[in-house]
């Protein structure tokens, strides 16, 4: 059964700034090296070496825009999830739900 993998890209290790969905193949098995490989191959293109000379300093954020979904595919991830955006809900943790 296919895992939906969440990655998380925090700034200053507190602060949210994104959430991103994948859904992983059953063949992976350590989903954060998946990633890491994923976007290393994409560095490693003319295209992604182009993007790096852009940005100086190529982050995850980047790396959500940047790298195609063929190459998250190639390393048993797909995103987004069904080819189509996933449906974020965001909620207020303190809520009263009993109210």
Known sequence: MSRIVAI?????EEELIGLDL??????VTDP???ARDAVAEFLATDEGK???E???DFDWGHAMVYVPEDIWRKHGL???VD?????VVVVDQDESLSE
Do not use: N, S
């Not at 998380?8 to 200053?12: D, E, F, G, I, T």
């Open 22 to 27: 994948f859904l992983a193949d059953d063949e």
């Open 54 to 56: 852009r940005t100086i």
């Open 50 to 52: 182009k993007i790096v």
């Open 78 to 80: 797909l995103w987004p």
């Open 83 to 87: 080819g189509q955006q996933a449906v």
């Open 32 to 34: 954060a090296q998946a």
């Open 8 to 12: 998380v890209r925090l700034q200053h």
